[in-house]
């Protein structure tokens, strides 16, 4: 094996998931099995090669600091109405400082 | 005909002599979606109330007299990632199950500028991530010319829709084949534009150097039109391009003439299934019949591009789903005591195993120790994926090879083992990491009656250039009369 359950646990905490034993069993075996895979990479010598991050050469356009977009009280009654909890305008989460 | 089997140009013919309604050509469509989704789970959200006011306000138009925007009164349907202004938008995704779109993504806008009826939201992979539907949280979309067969995926109820007409024509996003292949797999044609040909503002992320949006469509005209409406430069999204559309519907009949077609050796592979060997092949040669210049071309590292997608929209999946925490939208797990138990069982509950997969995954090759090893060295061999095919340009002007190795595979067949289902991208994932455009049209049927796509993939934005190509090849053969047993 290329990994072991407890470093896939640790791997998902950093990602903010969680996984039942049983879970955890099946995934440390997809990850062996596609870091396997994903391995063959190591054939190639890459050393003088550029990494590509965007296939198209991209660069990050600037717009004048304004603000655009003043939103309706309409608009921000359709964002909150997402919201799975909430108070009056404001999100509602559970306690983050005792 | 029925109005429901009408292509995007013939419905817009009759509607502008006044030979059909909006009305009745949307109401005809509703109809075919009552009669047949119970079977084909095409759609995830059906907007009858809102489809039939727009085709009322299109009808209006129309009897304007003066001349109506290109799509008026045409019903088109959405993958469910693309948002539409107080429409649910789900992404396949229990985590998503209530959401209501805030806003229009800017591709949705541009249809309903074109006067478009937005008929419904359709069923895909969670996330977008998977080759089969069967990764939709709700329920897998089935394949139209044998239910027991998955659509392709993950814009599969984009691809069947189409093919079943349930919509004259749909939107889906395509991050490693993902319209490709079930247009491929239900027989319609499917569009991958260049990475940056169309916006991505108000498309739910999966991996964002890869994702582009693309119509499904049921030939290559109707393709053309669409992405004649779609296309363009969006300042709300900072990897738009900013480079003119050519007017793709415009230039569809200046044939094959000395066009050089590249025949890459790597595309043609022990075990891929005969009938689709054949069938390219055949589709090729008529090709050739028809001017254009068939040259070998090789692209020598063909055979590692799975594994740099898999690592790279892993990465960037691992990043951008980050922002599903349960605080401003989406599903909220009860009962926790603190943020992090909060984030936890909210993400635990909320996504399917295949994205909690990539998620974790992604943030693996991500991790310190791993990094270099597994998200660089995938950067670095994607730029040697790119370097092949800008090579190959300078002796072709497109590429012609099939979509997938097989036709349609059962449901349930790839679910045990990830890296077999995996494989179905095998020919269409290269396109994405070089950020190429890619056309799937229809070249035949394997002796089951499930049907092949043939693959043309060019320069970037050469769109105009395969849409040719697939046009003249089209008007050689009635595979388009041929319909799905439903």
Redo the contacts between chains.
């Keep these: 094996m290329r990994?072991t359950p407890d470093e896939?646990r640790q791997?998902?905490?950093?990602?903010?998931?969680?996984?039942t034993e049983e879970?955890l069993a099946e995934?440390t075996q997809?990850?062996d099995?596609?870091l396997t895979?994903?391995d063959?990479?190591?054939e190639?010598q890459?050393d003088s090669?550029?990494?590509?991050?965007?296939?198209?050469a991209?660069s990050?356009?600037l717009?004048d600091d304004v603000v655009t977009n003043t939103p309706s009280a309409a608009?921000t009654d359709?964002?909150l109405?997402?919201?799975?909890?909430r108070k009056a305008r404001f999100?509602r989460?559970?306690?983050?400082i005792e | 005909m029925s109005h429901h089997a009408l292509t995007i140009h013939q419905a817009q013919q009759k509607l502008r002599a006044r030979e059909i309604s909006a009305v009745e050509l949307t109401q005809a469509v509703l109809t075919r979606i009552q009669e047949t989704d119970e079977r084909l789970h095409s759609y995830l959200t059906v907007c009858t109330e809102e489809a039939l006011a727009q085709a009322e306000a299109a009808d209006r138009t129309l009897a304007n007299g003066a001349t109506p925007p290109p799509l008026c009164g045409i019903p088109v349907a959405l993958k469910d990632v693309i948002l539409a202004q107080?429409v649910r938008a789900t992404a396949g995704s229990k985590i998503l199950e209530?959401?209501?779109a805030?806003?229009d993504a800017t591709v949705t806008q541009r249809l309903k500028e074109a006067g478009a009826v937005i008929i419904g939201k359709v069923n895909c992979d969670e996330f977008a991530m998977g080759s089969s539907n069967e990764n939709s949280a709700f329920t897998p979309c089935r394949n139209p010319w044998d239910t027991d067969r998955v659509p392709g995926g993950s814009s599969g109820g984009s691809a069947a829709a189409v093919a079943a007409d349930q919509a004259c024509a749909a939107l889906g996003t395509d991050t490693g084949g993902s319209i490709r292949l079930p247009a491929a797999f239900c027989g319609v044609v499917g569009l991958k534009p260049?990475?940056?040909r169309v916006s991505r503002f108000g498309v739910v992320a999966y991996a964002s150097?890869l994702d582009q949006v693309g119509p499904c469509t049921k030939d290559v005209r109707d393709c053309a039109l669409l992405l004649d409406v779609i296309a363009g430069h969006d300042?709300r999204d900072?990897?738009s391009?900013n480079t003119p559309t050519p007017g793709y519907a415009a230039h569809l009949e200046q044939g094959l003439s000395g066009l050089r077609i590249g025949i890459p050796q790597e595309y043609f592979i022990e075990g891929m299934q005969p009938e689709v060997e054949t069938a390219v092949r055949e589709a090729i040669a008529h090709l050739q019949g028809l001017g254009a210049e068939i040259v070998s071309i090789s692209l020598p590292?063909t055979?590692?591009a799975?594994?740099?997608y898999?690592?790279i929209a892993m990465a960037e999946a691992?990043s951008n789903l980050?922002r599903y925490?349960?605080?401003?939208?989406?599903?909220?797990a009860s009962e926790?005591?603190?943020?992090?138990a909060?984030?936890?069982?909210t993400?635990?509950q909320g996504?399917g195993?295949e994205v909690?997969?990539r998620?974790?995954?992604?943030?693996?090759v991500l991790?310190a120790g791993y990094y270099d090893a597994?998200y660089?060295?995938?950067?670095?061999?994607?730029?040697?994926i790119?370097q092949d095919f800008l090579r190959a340009f300078e002796a072709c002007d497109m590429i012609a090879t099939p979509v997938a190795p097989t036709t349609a595979f059962r449901l349930g067949e790839k679910l045990a083992?990830?890296?077999t289902m995996y494989l179905s991208d095998i020919f269409t994932i290269a396109v994405n990491?070089?950020?190429?455009p890619g056309l799937s049209v229809p070249c035949g049927f394997d002796q089951h009656g499930l049907p092949v796509g043939l693959q043309l993939i060019g320069p970037?934005f050469e769109e105009e250039v395969l849409l040719r190509a697939g046009y003249a090849y089209e008007r050689g053969h009635d595979w388009r009369t041929r319909k799905p047993p439903l």
């Design positions: 990994v896939v791997v998902a905490a950093l990602a903010r998931l969680s996984f879970e995934l997809h990850f099995t596609i895979y994903v063959k990479l190591g190639l890459t090669v550029e990494p590509t991050a965007h296939a198209v991209v990050a356009p717009r608009q359709a964002l109405a997402n919201a799975p909890s999100f989460v559970p306690k983050i | 107080g209530q959401f209501i805030p806003y260049t990475y940056g150097s300042p900072s990897t391009v590292h055979e590692y799975v594994a740099t898999y690592i691992s980050a925490d349960g605080v401003r939208y989406g599903y909220r926790v005591e603190d943020l992090g909060l984030y936890q069982t993400r635990a996504f195993s909690k997969r998620i974790a995954l992604g943030a693996y991790s597994y660089l060295k995938a950067q670095k061999v994607r730029t040697l790119r083992d990830p890296l990491l070089a950020g190429l970037p």
